[in-house]
């Protein structure tokens, strides 16, 4: 059973039914023992880091969190949930889950390229190392994101794709057994669903 971690916010159920949908059993939950018997873990979310972080500390997600990794299992955060991998974000004070070295950078609107900030709509993948959730998906493939800050990993050797808005930002990480993407699969159409194919594979 796939667990799809309840932070109380983000569009939970797209990401339930996707998977759903390609077959992997799934279950949108906070409970940490369901989370602890999981065979793989989904940290969506949509919203500020904050607010996001201190829910999993105040519900002691975190801690059951850390022990699923500990144990190897397949873990993939999904745009704020990718963030909140990393140790600190500019948006907020709060920790991280700090499982990757690096932090996460708001885009300036006020930049030669004049970006809008939030960085909203499809763009494409730069395919830079494999990773085996990008197993069969061709670099410059497009998918769906919705953002205003990114990640900067400290060890560039985690980045496994990067997207270009005024700069080239990573857009999927990958180290162990975990995994993250700044954009969302599940709004991204056949590219995003063999994403969570293949995360779903992992998790068996």
């Given at each position: 059973?796939?667990?799809?971690?309840?932070?109380?916010?983000?569009?939970?159920?797209s990401?339930h039914?996707?998977?759903q949908?390609?077959?992997?059993?799934?279950?949108?939950?906070?409970?940490?023992?369901a989370?602890?018997k999981?065979?793989g873990?989904?940290?969506?979310?949509?919203?500020?880091?904050?607010?996001?972080?201190?829910?999993?500390?105040n519900?002691?997600?975190?801690?059951?969190?850390?022990?699923?990794?500990?144990?190897?299992?397949?873990?993939?955060?999904?745009?704020?949930?990718?963030?909140?991998?990393f140790?600190?974000?500019?948006?907020g004070?709060?920790?991280?889950?700090?499982?990757?070295?690096?932090?996460?950078?708001?885009f300036?609107?006020?930049?030669?390229?004049?970006?809008?900030?939030?960085?909203?709509?499809?763009n494409r993948?730069?395919?830079?190392?494999?990773?085996?959730?990008?197993?069969?998906?061709?670099?410059?493939?497009?998918?769906?994101?919705?953002?205003?800050?990114?990640?900067?990993?400290?060890?560039?050797?985690?980045?496994?794709a990067?997207?270009d808005?005024g700069?080239?930002?990573?857009?999927?990480?990958?180290?162990?057994?975990?995994?993250?993407?700044?954009?969302h699969?599940?709004?991204s159409?056949d590219?995003?669903l063999?994403?969570?194919?293949?995360?779903?594979?992992?998790?068996?």
């Amino acid at each position: 059973m796939i667990i799809i971690i309840d932070c109380g916010i983000g569009n939970l159920r797209s990401i339930h039914k996707a998977l759903q949908k390609l077959g992997f059993p799934a279950e949108v939950s906070k409970d940490k023992k369901a989370i602890s018997k999981a065979s793989g873990l989904v940290l969506p979310g949509v919203g500020a880091f904050d607010a996001a972080m201190k829910d999993l500390r105040n519900t002691s997600i975190e801690t059951a969190i850390d022990q699923a990794v500990a144990m190897k299992k397949p873990m993939l955060g999904i745009c704020l949930g990718l963030q909140q991998l990393f140790l600190s974000s500019e948006e907020g004070k709060e920790k991280g889950l700090d499982l990757l070295a690096g932090t996460s950078k708001r885009f300036k609107s006020a930049s030669p390229f004049n970006l809008k900030v939030p960085h909203m709509g499809w763009n494409r993948l730069k395919i830079k190392r494999p990773c085996p959730i990008l197993e069969g998906i061709e670099s410059g493939s497009m998918v769906y994101f919705v953002h205003s800050y990114y990640v900067v990993p400290e060890d560039e050797t985690t980045v496994s794709a990067e997207t270009d808005y005024g700069i080239d930002f990573a857009s999927v990480v990958h180290k162990d057994n975990i995994y993250g993407v700044q954009f969302h699969p599940e709004k991204s159409g056949d590219t995003g669903l063999k994403i969570l194919k293949n995360f779903g594979r992992l998790c068996k």
